[in-house]
């Protein structure tokens, strides 16, 4: 199951939502998104879970936690909605 993770302290590393994640299960990737221009986090990002009792599980004891100083908003991500295609700029 892939976890969305907001509401992130801008200084939590992918190794924290890692740790905060590994004690529910098995985690198989953390992914913390981060502007292309300046490297610093967006305040967001995803976990992926392999099992889908242990994410419900991580996402019900997760969510309104604090991690780095901020509550994190847990929950279970929605698919990527088609965008688009963006014409040339002129």
């Known amino acids: 199951m892939n976890i969305y993770v907001g509401n992130l302290a801008y200084?939590?590393?992918e190794d924290d939502l890692r740790s905060?994640?590994?004690e529910f299960?098995?985690?198989t990737s953390v992914?913390?998104?981060t502007?292309?221009?300046s490297g610093q986090s967006k305040g967001f990002g995803f976990v992926e879970m392999a099992d889908n009792s242990e994410a419900d599980?991580?996402?019900?004891?997760l969510n309104?936690?604090?991690l780095g100083g901020r509550n994190m908003k847990v929950n279970q991500a929605k698919p990527r909605a088609e965008r688009p295609a963006r014409g040339p700029r002129y």
Request: aromatic residues 8%.
């Open 11 to 13: 200084s939590v590393t």
């Open 20 to 22: 905060a994640f590994a």
């Open 25 to 27: 299960g098995a985690v």
């Open 31 to 33: 992914n913390v998104i």
């Open 35 to 37: 502007d292309k221009f």
């Open 57 to 61: 599980a991580a996402i019900k004891a």
């Open 64 to 66: 309104d936690t604090a």
